[in-house]
Protein backbone atom coordinates (compact mmCIF):
# COMPACT_ATOMS: atom_id res chain seq x y z
CA UNK A 1 0.00 0.00 0.00
CA UNK A 2 1.06 3.40 -0.99
CA UNK A 3 1.96 6.01 1.99
CA UNK A 4 2.83 9.53 1.98
CA UNK A 5 6.86 10.34 2.68
CA UNK A 6 8.71 12.60 4.56
CA UNK A 7 10.35 14.49 2.23
CA UNK A 8 10.17 18.32 3.22
CA UNK A 9 12.41 19.73 5.13
CA UNK A 10 11.84 23.85 7.04
CA UNK A 11 12.98 25.68 4.05
CA UNK A 12 10.46 23.96 1.59
CA UNK A 13 7.92 23.81 4.51
CA UNK A 14 8.47 27.62 4.97
CA UNK A 15 8.08 28.16 1.30
CA UNK A 16 4.39 26.39 1.14
CA UNK A 17 3.24 28.65 4.20
CA UNK A 18 4.95 31.97 2.54
CA UNK A 19 3.58 31.26 -1.20
CA UNK A 20 0.29 30.46 0.41
CA UNK A 21 0.06 33.61 2.61
CA UNK A 22 0.80 36.26 0.11
CA UNK A 23 -1.08 35.25 -3.52
CA UNK A 24 -3.08 37.79 -4.99
CA UNK A 25 -4.57 39.01 -1.47
CA UNK A 26 -2.33 41.98 -0.20
CA UNK A 27 -2.18 43.34 -3.96
CA UNK A 28 -6.23 43.28 -4.50
CA UNK A 29 -7.45 44.19 -0.29
CA UNK A 30 -4.72 46.69 0.07
CA UNK A 31 -6.88 49.63 -1.70
CA UNK A 32 -10.37 48.05 0.03
CA UNK A 33 -8.75 48.05 3.78
CA UNK A 34 -8.13 51.89 3.29
CA UNK A 35 -11.18 52.58 1.53
CA UNK A 36 -13.48 50.57 4.31
CA UNK A 37 -11.49 52.51 7.10
CA UNK A 38 -11.29 56.03 4.98
CA UNK A 39 -8.07 57.40 6.94
CA UNK A 40 -4.49 56.88 7.69
CA UNK A 41 -5.18 54.08 10.49
CA UNK A 42 -6.39 51.70 7.87
CA UNK A 43 -2.34 50.30 8.86
CA UNK A 44 -4.44 49.32 12.48
CA UNK A 45 -6.46 46.43 10.14
CA UNK A 46 -2.98 45.49 8.99
CA UNK A 47 -1.53 45.11 12.83
CA UNK A 48 -4.52 43.52 13.99
CA UNK A 49 -4.41 40.88 10.71
CA UNK A 50 -0.82 40.19 11.59
CA UNK A 51 -1.57 39.94 15.63
CA UNK A 52 -4.43 37.25 15.11
CA UNK A 53 -2.07 35.35 12.93
CA UNK A 54 0.84 34.98 15.36
CA UNK A 55 -1.62 33.97 17.84
CA UNK A 56 -3.06 31.50 16.23
CA UNK A 57 -0.23 30.08 14.85
CA UNK A 58 1.05 29.31 18.68
CA UNK A 59 -2.64 27.30 18.29
CA UNK A 60 -1.75 25.45 15.01
CA UNK A 61 1.78 24.82 16.48
CA UNK A 62 0.91 23.15 19.66
CA UNK A 63 -1.17 21.16 17.55
CA UNK A 64 0.67 20.29 14.42
CA UNK A 65 3.62 19.33 16.34
CA UNK A 66 1.79 16.85 18.36
CA UNK A 67 -0.30 15.30 15.57
CA UNK A 68 2.17 15.55 12.37
CA UNK A 69 -0.01 13.51 9.90
CA UNK A 70 -1.96 14.64 6.31
CA UNK A 71 -5.22 16.91 7.17
CA UNK A 72 -4.42 19.25 9.67
CA UNK A 73 -7.39 20.48 11.80
CA UNK A 74 -9.16 17.05 10.92
CA UNK A 75 -6.97 15.06 13.04
CA UNK A 76 -6.67 17.97 15.69
CA UNK A 77 -10.96 17.88 16.03
CA UNK A 78 -10.94 14.07 16.35
CA UNK A 79 -7.88 13.91 19.12
CA UNK A 80 -9.64 16.61 20.82
CA UNK A 81 -13.22 16.16 21.07
CA UNK A 82 -12.40 12.69 20.67
CA UNK A 83 -12.95 9.75 18.17
CA UNK A 84 -16.10 8.24 19.08
CA UNK A 85 -18.66 10.76 18.76
CA UNK A 86 -17.81 14.63 18.43
CA UNK A 87 -14.75 14.45 17.77
CA UNK A 88 -15.95 12.05 14.74
CA UNK A 89 -18.73 14.87 13.85
CA UNK A 90 -16.58 17.81 13.93
CA UNK A 91 -13.26 16.47 11.97
CA UNK A 92 -16.13 15.15 9.06
CA UNK A 93 -17.61 19.29 9.05
CA UNK A 94 -14.40 20.49 8.97
CA UNK A 95 -13.60 17.90 6.00
CA UNK A 96 -16.99 18.86 4.46
CA UNK A 97 -16.35 22.69 4.23
CA UNK A 98 -13.15 22.13 2.97
CA UNK A 99 -14.77 20.11 0.23
CA UNK A 100 -16.60 23.74 -0.53
CA UNK A 101 -14.30 26.58 0.85
CA UNK A 102 -10.91 24.92 -0.41
CA UNK A 103 -12.07 25.92 -4.12
CA UNK A 104 -13.27 28.93 -3.08
CA UNK A 105 -9.74 29.99 -2.00
CA UNK A 106 -8.52 29.03 -5.11
CA UNK A 107 -11.44 30.21 -7.09
CA UNK A 108 -10.63 33.92 -5.47
CA UNK A 109 -7.01 33.46 -5.73
CA UNK A 110 -7.57 32.80 -9.34
CA UNK A 111 -10.60 35.49 -10.26
CA UNK A 112 -7.91 38.01 -8.39
CA UNK A 113 -5.39 37.01 -10.85
CA UNK A 114 -7.83 37.50 -13.83
CA UNK A 115 -8.57 40.56 -12.35
CA UNK A 116 -5.29 42.19 -12.06
CA UNK A 117 -3.89 40.62 -14.98
CA UNK A 118 -6.46 43.36 -16.73
CA UNK A 119 -4.18 45.92 -15.91
CA UNK A 120 -2.50 44.98 -19.27
CA UNK A 121 -5.22 45.35 -21.44
CA UNK A 122 -8.87 45.49 -20.74
CA UNK A 123 -10.42 42.75 -21.58
CA UNK A 124 -13.95 41.31 -21.53
CA UNK A 125 -16.10 39.49 -18.48
CA UNK A 126 -15.85 36.44 -20.40
CA UNK A 127 -11.98 36.54 -21.34
CA UNK A 128 -11.94 36.61 -17.21
CA UNK A 129 -13.21 33.94 -16.65
CA UNK A 130 -11.11 32.25 -19.52
CA UNK A 131 -8.29 33.00 -17.87
CA UNK A 132 -9.12 32.14 -13.67
CA UNK A 133 -10.65 28.73 -14.88
CA UNK A 134 -7.42 28.01 -17.06
CA UNK A 135 -5.31 28.93 -14.37
CA UNK A 136 -6.88 26.33 -12.25
CA UNK A 137 -6.48 23.80 -14.57
CA UNK A 138 -2.63 24.78 -15.25
CA UNK A 139 -1.82 24.30 -11.04
CA UNK A 140 -3.39 21.00 -10.78
CA UNK A 141 -1.21 20.14 -14.32
CA UNK A 142 1.52 20.95 -11.90
CA UNK A 143 0.47 19.13 -8.77
CA UNK A 144 0.06 16.33 -10.41
CA UNK A 145 3.13 14.70 -9.76
CA UNK A 146 5.92 13.69 -6.59
CA UNK A 147 6.13 15.51 -3.42
CA UNK A 148 9.47 16.16 -3.82
CA UNK A 149 9.10 17.81 -7.50
CA UNK A 150 6.18 19.80 -5.67
CA UNK A 151 8.75 20.97 -3.73
CA UNK A 152 11.61 22.15 -5.29
CA UNK A 153 8.86 24.38 -7.43
CA UNK A 154 7.67 25.54 -4.09
CA UNK A 155 11.13 26.77 -3.15
CA UNK A 156 11.52 28.44 -6.81
CA UNK A 157 8.05 30.28 -6.79
CA UNK A 158 8.68 31.23 -2.87
CA UNK A 159 12.19 33.38 -4.34
CA UNK A 160 9.80 34.61 -6.71
CA UNK A 161 7.61 36.49 -3.48
CA UNK A 162 10.85 37.94 -2.23
CA UNK A 163 11.85 39.37 -5.93
CA UNK A 164 8.36 41.49 -6.04
CA UNK A 165 8.31 42.35 -2.26
CA UNK A 166 12.15 43.68 -2.52
CA UNK A 167 11.66 45.47 -5.57
CA UNK A 168 8.26 47.17 -4.73
CA UNK A 169 10.17 47.79 -0.45
CA UNK A 170 13.07 49.73 -2.34
CA UNK A 171 10.87 52.05 -4.47
CA UNK A 172 9.47 53.05 -1.07
CA UNK A 173 12.25 53.28 0.65
CA UNK A 174 13.84 55.48 -2.82
CA UNK A 175 11.01 57.92 -2.98
CA UNK A 176 12.44 59.22 0.59
CA UNK A 177 9.12 59.16 2.72
CA UNK A 178 8.88 55.18 3.54
CA UNK A 179 7.92 56.07 7.44
CA UNK A 180 5.55 58.64 6.88
CA UNK A 181 2.23 57.07 7.15
CA UNK A 182 3.20 55.55 10.15
CA UNK A 183 3.86 58.48 11.73
CA UNK A 184 0.36 59.82 10.61
CA UNK A 185 -1.66 56.67 11.43
CA UNK A 186 -3.21 58.28 14.46
CA UNK A 187 -4.49 61.27 11.75
CA UNK A 188 -8.30 61.64 12.47
CA UNK A 189 -8.85 58.85 14.07
CA UNK A 190 -12.06 59.24 16.83
CA UNK A 191 -12.17 55.71 18.83
CA UNK A 192 -15.90 54.89 18.80
CA UNK A 193 -17.80 51.53 18.12
CA UNK A 194 -17.83 52.73 14.55
CA UNK A 195 -14.16 52.50 14.84
CA UNK A 196 -14.09 49.49 15.88
CA UNK A 197 -17.14 48.39 13.57
CA UNK A 198 -14.70 49.18 10.70
CA UNK A 199 -11.77 47.73 11.82
CA UNK A 200 -13.71 44.60 12.33
CA UNK A 201 -14.61 44.99 8.44
CA UNK A 202 -10.84 45.91 7.30
CA UNK A 203 -9.70 43.13 8.85
CA UNK A 204 -11.28 40.41 7.48
CA UNK A 205 -9.99 41.79 4.24
CA UNK A 206 -6.37 41.81 6.00
CA UNK A 207 -6.83 38.47 7.55
CA UNK A 208 -7.86 36.70 4.40
CA UNK A 209 -4.09 37.85 3.48
CA UNK A 210 -2.60 36.64 6.24
CA UNK A 211 -4.41 33.13 5.71
CA UNK A 212 -1.93 29.88 4.90
CA UNK A 213 0.74 30.10 7.89
CA UNK A 214 -0.83 26.98 8.77
CA UNK A 215 -0.50 25.10 5.26
CA UNK A 216 2.25 23.04 6.56
CA UNK A 217 -0.13 21.45 9.17
CA UNK A 218 -2.15 20.16 6.10
CA UNK A 219 1.18 18.05 4.91
CA UNK A 220 2.32 16.89 8.29
CA UNK A 221 2.74 13.16 7.11
CA UNK A 222 4.88 14.77 4.56
CA UNK A 223 7.41 17.11 6.48
CA UNK A 224 10.47 15.98 8.64
CA UNK A 225 11.55 16.25 12.40
CA UNK A 226 7.98 17.91 12.65
CA UNK A 227 7.75 18.02 15.99
CA UNK A 228 10.59 20.92 15.46
CA UNK A 229 9.87 21.87 11.50
CA UNK A 230 6.25 22.67 11.47
CA UNK A 231 6.31 25.22 14.97
CA UNK A 232 9.60 27.12 13.43
CA UNK A 233 8.41 27.67 9.60
CA UNK A 234 4.75 28.95 11.10
CA UNK A 235 6.76 31.90 13.19
CA UNK A 236 9.07 32.02 10.17
CA UNK A 237 6.45 32.37 7.83
CA UNK A 238 4.51 34.74 10.01
CA UNK A 239 7.08 36.98 10.96
CA UNK A 240 8.58 37.51 7.54
CA UNK A 241 5.09 37.87 5.71
CA UNK A 242 4.12 40.46 8.75
CA UNK A 243 6.93 42.48 7.79
CA UNK A 244 6.55 42.61 3.90
CA UNK A 245 2.75 43.43 4.35
CA UNK A 246 3.66 46.43 6.37
CA UNK A 247 6.47 47.35 4.13
CA UNK A 248 4.37 46.93 1.24
CA UNK A 249 1.36 49.34 2.94
CA UNK A 250 4.16 52.08 4.23
CA UNK A 251 6.05 52.07 0.39
CA UNK A 252 2.33 52.10 -1.09
CA UNK A 253 1.15 55.01 0.76
CA UNK A 254 4.17 57.05 1.33
CA UNK A 255 4.15 57.44 -3.04
CA UNK A 256 0.47 57.49 -3.04
CA UNK A 257 -1.77 59.40 -0.38
CA UNK A 258 -3.87 56.96 0.83
CA UNK A 259 -6.89 59.37 -0.48
CA UNK A 260 -6.13 58.34 -3.76
CA UNK A 261 -4.92 54.78 -3.06
CA UNK A 262 -7.88 53.68 -2.09
CA UNK A 263 -9.81 54.19 -5.66
CA UNK A 264 -7.25 52.16 -7.10
CA UNK A 265 -7.81 48.83 -7.96
CA UNK A 266 -4.03 48.22 -9.23
CA UNK A 267 -2.60 50.25 -6.32
CA UNK A 268 0.67 48.49 -6.24
CA UNK A 269 0.82 48.77 -10.36
CA UNK A 270 0.64 52.38 -10.22
CA UNK A 271 2.96 52.87 -7.55
CA UNK A 272 5.12 50.97 -9.66
CA UNK A 273 4.57 53.32 -12.31
CA UNK A 274 5.04 56.74 -10.26
CA UNK A 275 8.37 55.78 -8.81
CA UNK A 276 10.15 53.13 -11.68
CA UNK A 277 7.81 53.85 -15.26
CA UNK A 278 4.93 52.96 -16.92
CA UNK A 279 7.24 49.77 -18.01
CA UNK A 280 8.38 48.95 -14.61
CA UNK A 281 5.26 48.67 -13.76
CA UNK A 282 4.11 46.32 -16.42
CA UNK A 283 7.10 43.90 -15.48
CA UNK A 284 5.77 44.60 -11.89
CA UNK A 285 2.52 43.60 -12.55
CA UNK A 286 3.39 40.12 -14.28
CA UNK A 287 5.65 39.40 -11.45
CA UNK A 288 2.65 40.13 -9.06
CA UNK A 289 0.73 37.64 -11.35
CA UNK A 290 3.92 35.09 -10.28
CA UNK A 291 3.24 35.65 -6.71
CA UNK A 292 -0.46 35.17 -7.29
CA UNK A 293 -0.08 31.99 -8.96
CA UNK A 294 2.39 30.57 -6.37
CA UNK A 295 0.07 30.90 -3.66
CA UNK A 296 -2.91 29.25 -5.73
CA UNK A 297 -0.18 26.19 -6.01
CA UNK A 298 0.84 25.91 -2.69
CA UNK A 299 -2.90 26.37 -1.34
CA UNK A 300 -4.18 23.50 -3.62
CA UNK A 301 -1.12 21.63 -2.55
CA UNK A 302 -2.34 21.27 1.09
CA UNK A 303 -6.40 21.41 0.64
CA UNK A 304 -5.83 17.86 -1.55
CA UNK A 305 -4.74 15.92 1.66
CA UNK A 306 -7.62 16.99 3.80
CA UNK A 307 -10.25 14.79 2.02
CA UNK A 308 -7.62 11.92 1.79
CA UNK A 309 -6.71 11.80 5.49
CA UNK A 310 -10.49 11.48 6.19
CA UNK A 311 -10.71 8.92 3.94
CA UNK A 312 -8.09 6.97 4.75
CA UNK A 313 -9.09 6.99 8.83
CA UNK A 314 -12.70 6.25 7.60
CA UNK A 315 -14.42 9.40 8.23
CA UNK A 316 -14.96 10.19 4.80
CA UNK A 317 -16.40 9.12 1.35
CA UNK A 318 -13.24 6.06 0.47
CA UNK A 319 -12.67 7.07 -2.96
CA UNK A 320 -10.88 10.24 -1.79
CA UNK A 321 -8.09 8.23 -0.05
CA UNK A 322 -6.67 6.67 -3.01
CA UNK A 323 -3.21 7.69 -4.07
CA UNK A 324 -1.68 7.67 -7.60
CA UNK A 325 -0.04 4.30 -8.01
CA UNK A 326 3.18 5.35 -9.38
CA UNK A 327 3.53 9.25 -8.18
CA UNK A 328 1.94 8.65 -4.54
CA UNK A 329 0.01 11.92 -4.08
CA UNK A 330 -3.91 12.22 -3.71
CA UNK A 331 -4.98 12.13 -6.99
CA UNK A 332 -8.41 12.06 -6.58
CA UNK A 333 -8.65 14.37 -3.74
CA UNK A 334 -6.87 16.61 -5.92
CA UNK A 335 -8.85 16.58 -9.50
CA UNK A 336 -12.23 16.84 -7.30
CA UNK A 337 -11.02 20.02 -5.61
CA UNK A 338 -9.59 21.46 -8.89
CA UNK A 339 -12.89 20.84 -10.63
CA UNK A 340 -14.66 22.39 -8.01
CA UNK A 341 -12.64 25.73 -7.89
CA UNK A 342 -12.66 25.50 -11.59
CA UNK A 343 -16.44 25.79 -11.55
CA UNK A 344 -16.75 29.00 -8.67
CA UNK A 345 -14.01 30.49 -10.51
CA UNK A 346 -16.76 31.25 -13.40
CA UNK A 347 -19.52 31.97 -11.00
CA UNK A 348 -18.34 33.57 -8.13
CA UNK A 349 -17.13 37.18 -7.41
CA UNK A 350 -14.00 38.20 -5.28
CA UNK A 351 -15.62 40.00 -2.53
CA UNK A 352 -18.31 37.48 -1.81
CA UNK A 353 -15.50 34.80 -2.24
CA UNK A 354 -13.44 36.74 0.57
CA UNK A 355 -16.12 37.06 3.36
CA UNK A 356 -17.80 33.48 2.43
CA UNK A 357 -14.07 31.86 3.08
CA UNK A 358 -13.59 33.29 6.73
CA UNK A 359 -17.18 32.57 7.12
CA UNK A 360 -17.52 29.06 7.07
CA UNK A 361 -14.08 28.47 8.97
CA UNK A 362 -14.18 30.36 11.68
CA UNK A 363 -16.33 28.34 13.66
CA UNK A 364 -15.66 24.69 12.64
CA UNK A 365 -11.83 25.01 12.08
CA UNK A 366 -10.27 28.28 14.39
CA UNK A 367 -12.40 28.41 17.48
CA UNK A 368 -12.92 24.49 17.55
CA UNK A 369 -9.37 23.75 17.42
CA UNK A 370 -8.24 26.79 19.63
CA UNK A 371 -10.79 25.29 22.48
CA UNK A 372 -9.30 22.04 21.38
CA UNK A 373 -5.88 22.57 22.47
CA UNK A 374 -7.40 23.52 26.22
CA UNK A 375 -9.54 20.22 26.00
CA UNK A 376 -6.24 18.06 25.54
CA UNK A 377 -4.15 19.97 27.52
CA UNK A 378 -7.00 19.45 30.86
CA UNK A 379 -7.34 15.40 29.54
CA UNK A 380 -3.53 14.97 28.58
CA UNK A 381 -1.23 17.69 30.51
CA UNK A 382 1.62 18.94 29.03
CA UNK A 383 4.55 16.93 29.62
CA UNK A 384 4.50 14.97 26.10
CA UNK A 385 4.01 18.06 23.48
CA UNK A 386 6.69 18.60 21.65
CA UNK A 387 5.77 22.03 21.50
CA UNK A 388 3.92 24.16 24.27
CA UNK A 389 2.84 27.89 22.98
CA UNK A 390 3.95 30.56 24.94
CA UNK A 391 1.80 32.67 27.80
CA UNK A 392 -0.86 29.83 27.65
CA UNK A 393 -3.99 29.88 27.74
CA UNK A 394 -3.57 33.93 26.71
CA UNK A 395 -3.31 32.80 22.90
CA UNK A 396 -6.35 30.94 22.93
CA UNK A 397 -8.53 33.33 24.53
CA UNK A 398 -7.04 36.44 22.06
CA UNK A 399 -7.33 34.08 19.37
CA UNK A 400 -10.75 32.80 19.65
CA UNK A 401 -12.19 36.97 20.19
CA UNK A 402 -10.57 37.87 17.51
CA UNK A 403 -12.02 35.18 15.20
CA UNK A 404 -15.20 35.87 16.86
CA UNK A 405 -14.99 39.75 15.76
CA UNK A 406 -14.26 38.76 12.43
CA UNK A 407 -17.20 36.18 12.24
CA UNK A 408 -19.61 38.95 12.88
CA UNK A 409 -17.92 41.31 10.51
CA UNK A 410 -18.77 39.09 7.49
CA UNK A 411 -22.36 40.16 7.81
CA UNK A 412 -24.75 38.03 6.42
CA UNK A 413 -22.52 35.39 5.03
CA UNK A 414 -22.24 34.33 8.94
CA UNK A 415 -25.49 32.62 7.98
CA UNK A 416 -24.07 30.86 5.02
CA UNK A 417 -21.07 29.78 7.44
CA UNK A 418 -23.43 28.08 9.50
CA UNK A 419 -26.08 27.05 7.32
CA UNK A 420 -23.31 25.00 5.39
CA UNK A 421 -22.13 23.44 8.75
CA UNK A 422 -26.26 22.28 9.14
CA UNK A 423 -26.21 20.63 5.62
CA UNK A 424 -22.72 19.06 6.82
CA UNK A 425 -24.32 17.43 9.87
CA UNK A 426 -27.26 16.17 7.52
CA UNK A 427 -25.06 14.78 5.31
CA UNK A 428 -23.24 13.12 8.17
CA UNK A 429 -25.95 11.34 9.76
CA UNK A 430 -27.09 10.14 6.11
CA UNK A 431 -23.69 8.95 4.91
CA UNK A 432 -22.25 7.07 7.77
CA UNK A 433 -23.16 3.57 6.59
CA UNK A 434 -21.73 4.88 3.55
CA UNK A 435 -18.64 5.78 4.80
CA UNK A 436 -18.05 2.74 7.51
CA UNK A 437 -18.19 1.03 4.24
Known sequence: MHTLQRRLGLVQATAINMIDMVGIGPFVTLYLV???MSGPHFLYAWLLGGFLAFMDAQVWSEL??????????????????????????????????TCIQAPLVMASAAIGFAAYARYFFPFSDVVAKAVSG??????????????EAVGRISVILWISVFAVFAWIIAGGIQAGHFWQPLAHINDTIVVSPAFFVLLGQASVKSIYSYLGYYNVCHLGGEIRDPGRNIPRSMFLSVGLIFVLYMALNLSVTSVIPWQEAQQSKYVVSDFIARVYGHKASLVATGLILVVAFASLFSATLGYSRVPYAAAVDGAF???????????GFPYLSLLFIGTLAFLFSLYVRMGEAIDAILAMRILVQFVAQAIGVVLLRRREGKERLPYRMWLYPLPVILSVAIWLLALVSTGQMALWGLLAAGTGVVVYVLTRKVRNG
Do not use: C, D, M
Open 64 to 97: GAKYPLAGGTYNFLKEAYGRARWGRLLSFLYVWQ
Open 317 to 327: FPVFGRLHPTK
Open 34 to 36: IQI
Open 134 to 147: GVIVLVVALLYRKI
